[in-house]
């Protein structure tokens, strides 16, 4: 006898009043009826696959509902579908356009339902006729663009939700393991729901609030939200820098020919128009596909389609977009928004038929939830483009059951798992191959330290004709959500001298547009641009070619500044980004000595020299300036015109200085197509400056380092350091010419993306004030004092020689008897 049934007896034996028993009754009564109905409301999980009734091919973006209800999902790239349902009866629908709506009767009864679902396709009814001399094709588009033009002007903004999923594969062989059943494996998945903000003119910002990856991707990784910036019903698309014309740009008839292939009816009344999209030239950024528009409201449906030859991908790779639109009734007006997005690309890198490792990228994006026209804080326009909250990592499973959009395939399921196991027990990874073993561990290292909280890969390992060798660390810690603390220290073996700096940056604001900042620091400092030609190539060269770029000179002292930016936050390196427009204010004070070359070691050329380190002026200066950038960065360059604005002033009467100048540099960019595959960059840099110009304040053209240029405004053939003054005046212009016939030159395992051809002239005047201090000669040396006052050269390149890279053929023709000709190499110009 149990515990429980010895104190019933108990009870009744004891003879406790009846209404006492009564109410023990309903206590039992209803926590048996309560735990009934938990058991009845726990929601079960009606899945399937929807496919092709002819072809038996899986069908994606179906659209699946439960009738009377919200309830809702749209079929993944293999067809499948998830619904979460409480046990009973339903009435699911299938749609999809171009198809028959598929209906049926279900009963969920178990934990899981699956079910098939064929769809036929509907027949179209007419053919291409003709309404008053032109095309039908043609004059349904011309509705649809007009509608298009007035959506434009009425959409001011709009917000959504968004799901997003990112799957990345590689064939098996260079991964060394598989989580497929085929020769595919998958890589990484990347999975968000976010919040998304769009606002007239092409301002876009997603914040996620839940995100889940596979274990090898760090979660601050995962910031993967393809929103509605990539949207088939805009003017143009950006699509890995290429910009493609849609059939929806003002022009589009005369890019594309537009022929109706017939039209059915769609839900009992409305007619669908399906017209095939070709382009009329190769000489333009196109696509190739077929579009679904519904006749009474000339608003897109569906989209399916791959781009042309213009369209230069990386190795060839094959793209295929789909993409379909919802329509809201706001307002007596309709627009049209995307619904659901997929991108699926392929790319074989064959490079010197060595190796071909294939690389697979599939996209899907559900958008929900629409508020158009209504208000919302602009401030989310100042944060970077994507964004995640701070309970973004604190999966939320209740959330992710009820509100997934496109159900994980089976081999995504897998991979999750098998991903997780390969991180935790590596032992299991069998069998291992080179890549996994050798490579990849050494990657991850490097990886490491080219991000946070390690400040830059430079200031841990450096080589100049200064200090020689650099060992060293930089670091960069938060604190609060307010202060930002960056530290860094190393040792020169030559020049046996300690380097260190501390920087403190206060964040008034959250968004951090305005920054208050003190630093300190004791360094090798750099006379000349520092992020042209960088550190990183600065020691490849010093140690394997001895030629040392840099011009440099010691640098004890300490800066106060302020900052404000605008705009919102633009990509500039992993994990450092900054405003497009912003004003920097800055005191300085500073101790300047002459540094000596101190090293001659160099793995090649010994018996050569190091170019001398050129004397400075040894003083104390003190000075003020700004910084005011316009759509511009000294590092990347992230719009199509943009200019910066600098100013340095110093005064003895004023700032105790032991000199006193005042210089003005100014810089512009502007890029511009002059056809449509052709496009022409041209830059300005000038320099003006007034009063005592120590030789630590001078400007020097930049120029390549051992043939090899860097991406940028260079001189080709003019030597390093070969002309310095106070007073510069820089001119340079690109002509790039594309293809010339695009698909033609794209050779497999050498240029697979396609060879560019790149036209330039570069010219420049450098001179000296009259009272520039300190006769130093090697710093004198102005293109005034030649007989022929300018530099100028012309060349041609060839750009993405194996995908990255780039050849340029360049020739002197000032200073010089006769035509001098010199070849360079450098990072391909994207």
Not at 126 to 134: L, Q
Not at 362 to 384: C, G, H, L, Q, W
Not at 432 to 459: K, Q, S
């Amino acid at each position: 006898m149990t515990e429980i049934e010895k104190k019933v007896q108990f009870i009744i034996s004891k003879q406790v009043p009846t209404m006492l028993i009564i109410v023990v009754g309903l206590i039992v009564f209803c926590v048996q009826n309560v735990s009934a109905v938990s058991k009845k409301d726990t929601l079960s999980v009606l899945k399937g696959i929807v496919v092709d009734s002819s072809s038996n091919q899986p069908l994606q973006f179906v659209t699946l509902r439960i009738k009377n209800t919200k309830t809702g999902a749209v079929s993944s790239k293999n067809g499948s579908f998830a619904l979460k349902l409480s046990q009973g009866r339903y009435i699911l629908t299938a749609s999809m356009v171009g198809y028959t709506t598929y209906e049926q009767e279900v009963t969920i009864e178990n934990d899981t339902t699956s079910l098939t679902i064929a769809l036929s396709q509907k027949s179209l009814s007419i053919a291409e006729v003709m309404v008053d001399a032109e095309p039908m094709g043609i004059r349904i588009m011309r509705r649809a663009i007009a509608k298009k033009q007035e959506q434009s002007i009425r959409l001011e903004r709009y917000n959504y939700r968004l799901y997003t999923k990112f799957v990345a594969s590689l064939d098996s062989l260079t991964s060394g393991y598989s989580n497929k059943t085929n020769d595919t494996t998958i890589l990484a998945i990347f999975e968000s729901f976010s919040k998304g903000y769009f606002k007239k003119s092409d301002n876009f910002y997603n914040e996620i609030y839940q995100r889940r990856q596979t274990a090898n991707i760090p979660q601050q990784n995962n910031v993967v939200a393809f929103g509605t910036n990539l949207n088939i019903y805009d003017d143009i698309i950006d699509f890995l820098g290429e910009e493609i014309f849609t059939p929806f740009n003002p022009k589009a008839l005369d890019f594309y020919n537009f022929e109706l292939e017939g039209q059915f009816v769609e839900n009992d009344s409305t007619i669908v128009n399906k017209i095939v999209v070709t382009p009329k030239t190769g000489q333009r950024r196109l696509f190739t596909g077929v579009l679904y528009l519904d006749d009474k409201t000339n608003s897109p449906l569906r989209f399916e389609a791959v781009p042309n030859e213009a369209v230069s991908l990386p190795f060839s790779a094959s793209l295929k977009v789909k993409q379909t639109f919802s329509d809201f009734n706001q307002q007596n007006f309709s627009y049209t928004l995307p619904h659901a997005l997929s991108i699926t690309s392929s790319a074989s890198a064959k490079i010197f038929w060595i190796i071909a490792p294939r690389g697979d990228i599939n996209i899907e994006t559900v958008a929900f939830d629409y508020e158009i026209n209504k208000p919302f804080n602009d401030d989310v326009f100042s944060n970077r483009k994507v964004e995640s909250t701070e309970t973004a990592d604190i999966f939320d499973s209740t959330y992710w059951n009820d509100y997934i959009q496109l159900p994980l395939r089976s081999e995504e399921e897998l991979a999750y798992n098998q991903i997780r196991i390969n991180i935790e027990y590596p032992d299991s990874l069998v069998p291992i191959g080179f890549f996994e073993e050798y490579l990849r561990p050494i990657n991850r290292v490097i990886a490491r330290t080219g991000r946070r909280p390690f400040t830059d890969r430079t200031d841990i390992f450096k080589f100049n004709r200064v200090h020689g060798l650099y060992l060293g660390l930089g670091l960069i810690h938060q604190i609060g959500d307010n202060l930002e603390v960056l530290g860094k220290i190393g040792y020169g073996f030559s020049d046996n001298r300690y380097y260190g700096q501390t920087t403190a940056v206060f964040f008034p604001d959250a968004k951090r547009q305005i920054q208050i900042g003190a630093s300190v620091y004791d360094i090798l400092q750099r006379r000349d641009e520092p992020y042209r030609v960088q550190t990183a190539l600065i020691s490849t060269v010093a140690l394997f070619a001895k030629n040392d770029y840099g011009d440099y000179y010691y640098n004890r002292g300490m800066e106060l500044f302020v900052q404000f930016g605008a705009g919102q936050l633009q990509f500039i390196r992993p994990e450092y980004f900054e405003h497009p427009y912003s004003l920097k204010l800055y005191y300085k004070n500073e101790d300047h000595r002459t540094a000596r070359t101190n090293t001659q070691f160099s793995f090649f050329n010994r018996n050569a020299l190091f170019r001398d380190n050129p004397e400075i002026a040894d003083v104390t200066q003190r000075m003020v300036g700004y910084e005011l950038n316009l759509n511009y960065n000294s590092r990347r360059r992230f719009s199509r015109i943009g200019m910066q604005l600098k100013g340095k002033f110093s005064s003895p009467e004023y700032l105790a200085s032991a000199v006193d100048f005042q210089q003005y540099e100014g810089s512009f960019f502007w890029k511009f197509r002059t056809l449509p595959l052709w496009e022409t960059t041209i830059t300005f840099h000038s320099v003006f400056s007034r009063g005592t110009i120590l030789p630590q304040n001078y400007y020097s053209l930049e120029t390549v380092a051992s043939n090899v240029a860097p991406i940028g405004d260079v001189y080709r053939v003019m030597g390093v350091k070969e002309f310095y003054g106070d007073r510069i005046f820089a001119f340079n212009v690109e002509h790039n010419l594309g293809e010339i016939v695009p698909g033609i030159l794209r050779i497999p395992n050498i240029a697979s993306f396609g060879l560019e051809f790149i036209a330039t002239f570069n010219a420049a005047w450098t001179d000296f004030g009259a009272l520039s201090m300190m006769e130093v000669p090697e710093l004198r040396k102005t293109t005034s004092q030649t007989s022929d006052r300018w530099y100028y050269e012309v060349g041609l390149g060839i750009n993405k020689f194996l995908l990255f890279l780039r050849t340029d053929v360049t020739v002197r023709l000032s200073q010089v008897n006769s035509p001098r000709f010199i070849i360079t190499f450098g990072n391909a110009t994207f």
